[in-house]
C-alpha cells in the first residue's frame, strides 16, 4: 500500500482502517507512508496486526514517536526494511523496541536524520540485525566512532554503511 502515492490524508487512513485495510491485514506485505505528515502514533494505534509485513517506509513521518514504535513493535515483527529518514522525535527508547521485535530478517534500516539515536540503539542493531545489509546512520549526531566501529566489527554482511555528516 503506497499511501504516499496515492495522497491519503488521515481521514481516507481512518475510513481503510475502518473496512478494507482490517480485513486484509494479513496479506499487506508493504507499507509506503513518507511524508504523510498526518501519520502519528494515534493513527498507527488503530493499525491492525501485520503478520506479512516485510517493509514499512515511515521516512518525514515527524509525528511518528517512541509509543507509535512501540505500537509498530507489537503489530510488525518480520520486517526486512524499515526507514525513519528525518524523524526529530524517536529516541533510542522506541528504536530499540522495533528492533527488539523484530525475527532477525532484517535487511535494511534508514535511521537517517534520526538525532536523538545513540550508541545504544547501534548496540541493539547488532545483536538483533545479524543479517543487515544496508545500514544508514547519516546526521545520527550522538552515534560515535564506538558504535560505528561496532557495526564494522560485528555486522558480516553489510554491504552499504552511510555515515554522511556524523558529529565526529
Same mark, same amino acid.
Given at each position: 500500500?503506497?499511501?504516499?502515492?496515492?495522497?491519503?490524508?488521515?481521514?481516507?487512513?481512518?475510513?481503510?482502517?475502518?473496512?478494507?485495510?482490517?480485513?486484509?491485514?494479513?496479506?499487506?506485505?508493504?507499507?509506503? %507512508?513518507?511524508? *504523510? /505528515?498526518? !501519520?502519528? =502514533?494515534?493513527? &498507527?494505534?488503530?493499525?491492525? #496486526?501485520?503478520?506479512?509485513?516485510?517493509?514499512?517506509?515511515?521516512?518525514?513521518?515527524?509525528?511518528?514517536?517512541?509509543?507509535?514504535?512501540?505500537?509498530? %513493535?507489537?503489530? *510488525? /515483527?518480520? !520486517?526486512? =526494511?524499515?526507514? &525513519?529518514?528525518?524523524?526529530? #522525535?524517536?529516541?533510542?527508547?522506541?528504536?530499540?523496541?522495533?528492533?527488539?521485535?523484530?525475527?532477525?530478517?532484517?535487511?535494511?534500516?534508514?535511521?537517517?536524520?534520526?538525532?536523538?539515536?545513540?550508541?545504544? =540503539?547501534?548496540?541493539?542493531?547488532?545483536?538483533?540485525?545479524?543479517?543487515?545489509?544496508?545500514?544508514?546512520?547519516?546526521?545520527?549526531?550522538?552515534?560515535?566512532?564506538?558504535?560505528?566501529?561496532?557495526?564494522?566489527?560485528?555486522?558480516?554482511?553489510?554491504?552499504?554503511?552511510?555515515?554522511?555528516?556524523?558529529?565526529?
Amino acid at each position: 500500500i503506497n499511501f504516499a502515492a496515492l495522497g491519503v490524508d488521515r481521514i481516507t487512513f481512518q475510513r481503510l482502517l475502518r473496512s478494507s485495510l482490517t480485513q486484509s491485514s494479513a496479506s499487506i506485505c508493504e507499507i509506503n %507512508a513518507c511524508f *504523510c /505528515q498526518w !501519520l502519528s =502514533s494515534a493513527e &498507527l494505534r488503530a493499525l491492525p #496486526k501485520l503478520p506479512s509485513l516485510h517493509t514499512l517506509n515511515l521516512d518525514g513521518c515527524q509525528s511518528v514517536d517512541d509509543d507509535g514504535l512501540l505500537l509498530l %513493535a507489537k503489530r *510488525c /515483527q518480520k !520486517l526486512r =526494511s524499515f526507514s &525513519l529518514y528525518w524523524n526529530v #522525535k524517536v529516541t533510542d527508547k522506541g528504536v530499540c523496541q522495533i528492533l527488539r521485535a523484530q525475527t532477525e530478517q532484517l535487511h535494511a534500516l534508514n535511521f537517517s536524520g534520526c538525532k536523538h539515536l545513540s550508541d545504544e =540503539s547501534v548496540q541493539r542493531l547488532v545483536s538483533r540485525a545479524q543479517q543487515l545489509e544496508i545500514l544508514d546512520l547519516t546526521r545520527c549526531p550522538k552515534v560515535t566512532e564506538v558504535g560505528v566501529r561496532l557495526v564494522c566489527e560485528c555486522l558480516d554482511r553489510l554491504r552499504v554503511l552511510r555515515l554522511y555528516a556524523m558529529a565526529q
